[in-house]
């Protein structure tokens, strides 16, 4: 079955530990994309990717890293930079069609908390 | 002032009855997404629509441009309907998503 995998589905985080949350898609998408989802908050993105080995920042990006090494996978590092990590992290994948993105798949996201 | 404003934040509605959630934006945009998201967190696409209407079982989703709103209808509502329900547009300089605050949905049995 094609789709998009998270994990951890909870992760728990020392305080000044990096944490990696794993994204992987096997639907031969181009673009993919970390967003933050906090209470009453709609979701932020923290960065994005359209391209292996390429990725921009989101409106979000500070205290986090990605790579993106393989068009199937981008992982997220929370860094001990990033003050405020509890929250839910959801990664989406989108193919791009003339430069647009279609419709975002979603995966089941990853709960964050911090010891 | 969001960029998208959804209403109302919460809603609750007896089973059957007909539901209405609404999505006004500020920004231009080249189209517009209803998502859903599930108590567990997972969040599914609904529509994507750019103009006119579309449906999908009892579910419409209704787009005007020129007023900058879109209107999710859920018709015969179920229990299993209670969710959060998103709407997202995408705009931008770069064209990214940008989301509303969410609606939550509860139906009664």
């Known amino acids: 079955d094609g789709g998009i995998t998270q994990s951890p589905k909870y992760l728990f985080r020392k305080e000044g530990q990096n944490v990696t949350l794993s994204c992987e898609q096997n639907l031969n998408h181009d673009a993919m994309y970390w967003y933050r989802q906090d209470p009453g908050q709609g979701l932020r993105l923290i960065y994005y990717?359209?391209?292996?080995?390429?990725?921009q920042k989101g409106d979000i990006a500070e205290g986090y890293s990605v790579s993106r090494e393989k068009k199937e996978s981008f992982p997220l590092t929370v860094t001990s930079a990033q003050k405020n990590p509890t929250a839910f992290y959801l990664c989406a994948s989108s193919k791009l069609a003339g430069g647009r993105q279609e419709t975002q798949y979603f995966g089941p996201g990853t709960r964050l908390l911090v010891l | 002032k969001n960029e998208v404003e959804q209403s109302p934040q919460n809603l609750t509605a007896q089973e059957g009855e007909f539901i209405t959630i609404n999505c006004s934006y500020s920004?231009?945009?080249?189209?517009l997404h209803w998502l859903q998201q599930h108590p567990g967190g997972g969040i599914v696409s609904l529509f994507m629509?750019?103009?006119g209407k579309k449906k999908h079982g009892r579910l419409i989703a209704t787009i005007n441009i020129q007023e900058k709103h879109s209107s999710l209808h859920i018709t015969a509502s179920h229990p299993r309907d209670s969710a959060v329900y998103i709407c997202?547009?995408?705009?931008?300089?770069?064209?990214?998503?940008?989301f509303g605050k969410g609606t939550k949905l509860s139906v009664k049995p």
């Open positions: 920004v231009g945009i080249s189209a």
């Open positions: 629509l750019s103009s």
């Open positions: 990717s359209q391209i292996v080995n390429d990725f």
């Open positions: 997202a547009v995408v705009g931008g300089s770069q064209g990214n998503l940008i």
